[in-house]
């Protein structure tokens, strides 16, 4: 599982940086959601990789080995709400780029132009 | 009233918030608005100006030793959220709420009516700041971040036009990249010792296994790295320039203040980390090359720069650099002299982006046919609502004030002296603090030739900031050819009048200002008295 986890962050966060340094917005706004993606799944190992294991505790006896971190997936759960709303906005900006500069070119215009 | 008082650490994130949220609802009614926002701001600097005081230790019966702990909901601090309160922190409260305090008024002249949620943004924005001060835990500090960033892109985006959608699309670009390495930083440092609160942290690091270490102090650097970015240090600046000379002059003196947070978030994670242990701390002497190459960048970028906004822009980023070139050194000593040339360039840069505003009015006849004037915003028909004519001549805000060209040219000389460090305003006093500070550590160990570039650093950017500055001003004040007189309204001039005056207040009571500065930096590099204060959160809450 760890060799999985571990790849897929890694491919997501390759793609996410790739996309990012291309010169359309569309790639950049795709490479901003693969690298969320990507520190996302990043954030939520960080709490350690365990399956079954329920984050809330229950009864008396508390055996915490037992229990899989609930702060890590607190903390992701924020930092999706957070980048959610963040790419909202970066697709209205997108647009408004686009109509504004009549191109997709990050810089507002054609290379060489 | 006494127990009143605890909960005042609060209010700074909570008015502003309140405010922010009640504003969205209040449709056409711009009076209602504004007086809000007013009484908003007006609150956080009392609030500030009283925490202030209580951090001076004149209320033994609260607080001892300069820090105050509020833990939300009696959450003790480990497993709660806490707010922490100390010298550092509280000075800059005051000074987010005077800087939002100007350029507030500032904004009721034209600004605040080219958009229906400027003054919600403003608030949002005031959130971030006041919670990023306050915050004593590492994730929250994240969180705060990104509130002051999702209003800064709106209130950089704020009269739209070409110039701000593309500087946008870079700015938000490269902060959306910024907060993914501080989650990051923050997953690895929570991954290695099991806790964000600060204090906590301190403690935990050094029970750290030798092969944990690496883990972690790489994480710190991500982190680091983070901050440098939000602080605008080289190579991680190249935004910065383009994105404050396309911001609209009032928010331009706010963002000024912004990335002073870098810095400060810095100063203050840095130094709860030394306390664990030395080594692990992003303070060291990498901080002082980064901060030289950030010197360089902006002394070249200000003396090829033409427009007065651009140069403005690099002399942020020039006083960054300086600031993490004097944290680089290592000298405790320094601190005092970093936190008070902090506070007079922010000052500093913050009037002068307003004057830069007011000066750009000498180019054309009347205000409607400057260049600066934004495009009919569609937000007020999303919200179904009529826009009110931003440039009505029957305001009664509008009284114009006399003088004008002279009060410019007096205003302009004032911020230059400023940002140049000439005396005899405040600038003059922090460089003087800075270099006499250095200079006498000269003799020191392993930083003497560190010490004398720091020196060497700070001579040159003083006068390259005045050549580059001079030539601005002759250009937009000397050259005759199509200038006119501008029309200044009183709320206007007033504000950025209003920040040089602060700096003239703080030369002339430099003595106190100094004392309180020093023991703002003692305590923090004394963090156990924090790190305790946030730990006894755990005994006092039953």
Not at chain 2, 101 to 107: F, P
Not at chain 2, 279 to 296: E, K, P, R, W
Request: proline content about 5%; some cysteine.
């Amino acid at each position: 599982m760890e060799l999985v986890v571990a790849l897929a962050i890694g491919v997501l966060t390759a793609c996410g940086v790739w996309l990012i340094l291309r010169p359309r917005t569309f790639q950049v706004i795709m490479g901003l959601v693969l690298l969320s993606y990507g520190v996302n799944l990043f954030i939520f190992a960080m709490g350690r990789l365990t399956a079954d294991r329920p984050p809330i505790l229950h009864g008396q006896t508390v055996e915490v080995a037992q229990y899989a971190d609930p702060v890590p997936q607190a903390l992701v759960l924020t930092a999706i709400v957070i980048s959610f709303a963040t790419t909202a906005l970066f697709l209205v900006l997108l647009l408004a780029a686009r109509g504004l500069t009549g191109t997709d070119h990050v810089d507002g215009k054609e290379p060489g132009s | 009233m006494i127990a009143l008082l605890q909960h005042l650490l609060i209010v700074p994130i909570l008015a502003p918030l309140l405010v922010g949220a009640i504003q969205l609802f209040l449709g056409e009614r711009r009076g209602a608005r504004v007086l809000f926002s007013l009484a908003s701001v007006l609150v956080q600097a009392a609030a500030a100006l009283t925490l202030l005081y209580m951090t001076t230790d004149a209320m033994p019966d609260i607080w001892t030793e300069g820090v105050g702990v509020y833990a939300i909901g009696s959450w003790p601090a480990p497993f709660g959220i806490v707010l922490v309160v100390d010298r550092l922190a509280a000075l800059m409260l005051l000074l987010t709420s005077l800087v939002a305090l100007s350029s507030l008024v500032y904004s009721l002249a034209y600004w605040d009516r080219v958009a229906p949620a400027f003054h919600s943004l403003f608030q949002f924005l005031l959130m971030g700041l006041n919670g990023a001060f306050l915050t004593g835990d590492l994730f929250n500090l994240f969180v705060f971040f990104e509130v002051l960033l999702a209003s800064s892109y709106g209130l950089l985006l704020h009269g739209s036009g070409v110039g701000r959608v593309k500087a946008s699309l870079h700015y938000i670009t490269v902060n959306l990249v910024a907060s993914f390495l501080f989650l990051i930083g923050v997953a690895m440092i929570y991954g290695m010792t099991g806790t964000l609160n600060m204090a906590d942290l301190a403690g935990r690091i050094m029970l750290l296994e030798p092969r944990d270490r690496a883990l972690f102090e790489s994480g710190a650097a991500i982190l680091g790295v983070a901050f440098l970015i939000k602080a605008g240090a080289w190579p991680l600046n190249f935004w910065l320039p383009t994105t404050y000379v396309a911001a609209s002059s009032p928010i331009g003196a706010v963002f000024s203040l912004m990335t002073k947070v870098g810095v400060y978030a810095v100063l203050r994670v840095g130094t709860v980390l030394a306390s664990g242990n030395e080594q692990t701390s992003f303070i060291d002497v990498g901080l002082f090359y980064g901060g030289a190459a950030t010197i360089a960048y902006a002394v070249v970028g200000m003396l090829a720069s033409r427009q007065l906004g651009r140069i403005v822009s690099y002399c942020v980023v020039t006083s960054t650099g300086l600031l993490f070139m004097a944290l680089g050194l290592q000298i405790d000593a320094l601190t005092g002299p970093v936190i008070l040339y902090l506070v007079s360039s922010v000052l500093a840069t913050s009037s002068f982006f307003m004057v830069n505003g007011l000066a750009q009015r000498t180019r054309t006849h009347r205000i409607r046919e400057a260049a600066d004037i934004a495009p009919p915003d569609i937000t007020y028909a999303g919200f179904g609502i009529s826009q009110p004519d931003p440039l009505s001549p029957k305001d009664e805000v509008g009284i114009a004030i006399p003088a004008a060209m002279a009060f410019l040219g007096l205003a302009f000389i004032c911020c230059a002296l400023l940002v140049a460090g000439l005396p005899p305003l405040s600038g003059f006093i922090a460089k003087f603090a800075l270099l006499r500070t250095a200079v006498g550590h000269t003799a020191d160990a392993g930083i003497g030739w560190h010490a004398w570039a720091f020196c060497a650093a700070l001579i040159a950017t003083g006068v390259a900031t005045m050549i580059s500055l001079t030539r601005g001003g002759l250009r937009l004040f000397w050259t005759s050819q199509g200038r006119t007189t501008p029309r200044l309204r009183i709320i206007e001039a007033g504000p950025a009048a209003f920040l040089i005056l602060l700096s003239m207040a703080m030369t002339a009571g430099i003595a106190p200002v100094m004392t309180y500065l020093d023991s703002a930096a003692r305590s923090l590099h004394s963090p156990d008295v924090y790190i305790r204060v946030v730990n006894g959160t755990r005994e006092a809450t039953p």
